[in-house]
């Protein structure tokens, strides 16, 4: 089992372009949920994704949207990029994240010059 | 709105000593709390999951104890290792949301 996998390990763009980043859940989970970590804080949530729907979200705008496909991967997208989105994007996927600990995997490191 | 603050923000302790990382939270209506460990860019790797229903939960050398009426947990590490060295973090669940603590940076020293 791969675990939580994320591409591309790391991206370099420049304001105001947009970007896509990917997760591919662990096996046998079906929930997907994306974090922001700016350098020195925790992670914050951004949204979850469930049965392909956005089930919950954080605060945070509209620029930032995602996906779930029916093989439960996911995308994040963000658009009209900020230098403020500078960040690590981790991605942790369940199967009931009430009742188990969530699989976060590696991290997709995106920096906005 | 819930916040979740982590104290010290960074500790350093010689190889062989027991501590503890603290960890609170605003509202106690929670689901769960996790402490995860976080090594330099890298993701998180889940320690200890209580659920609101339970007081502690122990793995080797781990410890973590949860009081959700005073809005506090404990990471009890015994005889620390130099592997130990990483930033430690706590979150707690709410509505699928997890809100996490900014953690504590851990240095231990052979």
């Known amino acids: 089992d791969a675990g939580v996998t994320q591409s591309p390990t790391h991206l370099i763009k420049t304001r105001g372009q947009q970007v896509t980043l990917r997760c591919s859940p662990k096996s046998g989970h079906d929930t997907v949920s994306w974090y922001q970590q700016a350098l020195g804080q925790g992670p914050q949530f951004i949204f979850q994704?469930?049965?392909?729907?956005?089930?919950q979200r954080g605060n945070f705008p509209d620029r930032f949207s995602g996906h779930q496909f029916p093989n439960y991967s996911s995308e994040l997208n963000v658009n009209a990029l900020l230098l403020g989105d500078s960040a690590l994007y981790l991605c942790?996927?369940?199967?009931?994240?009430?009742?188990?600990?969530?699989?976060f995997g590696p991290g997709t490191r995106l920096l906005v010059l | 709105k819930q916040e979740v603050t982590q104290i010290p923000a960074a500790l350093s302790v010689p190889e062989g000593e027991n501590l503890v990382l603290n960890c609170s939270f605003t509202d106690s209506a929670i689901y769960n709390l996790q402490w995860f460990r976080q090594d330099p860019g890298k993701g998180l790797t889940s320690l200890l999951l209580i659920q609101s229903s339970q007081r502690e939960q122990t793995s080797g050398r781990l410890n973590a104890s949860l009081d959700k009426s005073s809005g506090r947990s404990t990471l009890y590490i015994a005889a620390s290792q130099p592997g130990d060295s990483a930033t430690y973090l706590c979150a707690v669940e709410v509505d699928n949301d997890m809100r996490f603590g900014a953690g504590t940076r851990l240095t231990v020293k052979p």
């Open positions: 994704y469930y049965e392909e729907e956005e089930r």
């Open positions: 942790a996927s369940s199967s009931d994240l009430r009742a188990e600990t969530q699989y």
